[in-house]
């Protein structure tokens, strides 16, 4: 006997963010422009690093032996993270698996950080 199955009731309070889990696939194509590829680099490094201090941009973990990442974004909602996500220098050459995450309730730690 299959259990009845539940709505899934989610309230973020005004003011609560949401924390994304991102993977990130980087794959250039071998023709493209090296000189242009290192500038995309930087561009977007520098642009991951102010998203990094404003607190947006939790973690970032690279995956041995990929050009890939997995983060951790804390926005306020979907469209905020799509923003972002698709404002990435590098975007166009991504791969790219979002998944919501959310507080465990055995956690030890109130905020998770």
């Known amino acids: ?4 199955s539940r709505a899934l009731d989610v309230t973020i309070s005004e003011g609560q963010q949401m924390l ?5 696939d980087l794959s250039v194509p071998l023709t493209f422009d090296q000189k242009e590829f290192e500038r995309l680099k930087l561009t977007e490094k520098n642009h991951f ?7 947006k941009w939790r973690h970032i973990w690279r995956v ?8 951790i974004f804390d926005v306020d ?3 905020e993270l799509h923003d972002l996500l698709t404002g990435l220098p590098l975007y166009p050459f991504m ?5 919501p995450l959310n507080r465990h309730p055995s956690s030890l730690h109130d905020d998770d950080r």
């Open 49 to 55: 690093q102010e998203l990094q201090r404003s607190g």
């Open 20 to 24: 994304f889990m991102v993977e990130m």
């Open 1 to 4: 006997m299959n259990a009845p």
């Open 95 to 99: 791969t790219i698996k979002v998944t």
């Open 64 to 71: 041995t032996g990929h050009y890939a990442n997995v983060s």
């Open 77 to 79: 909602n979907n469209a």
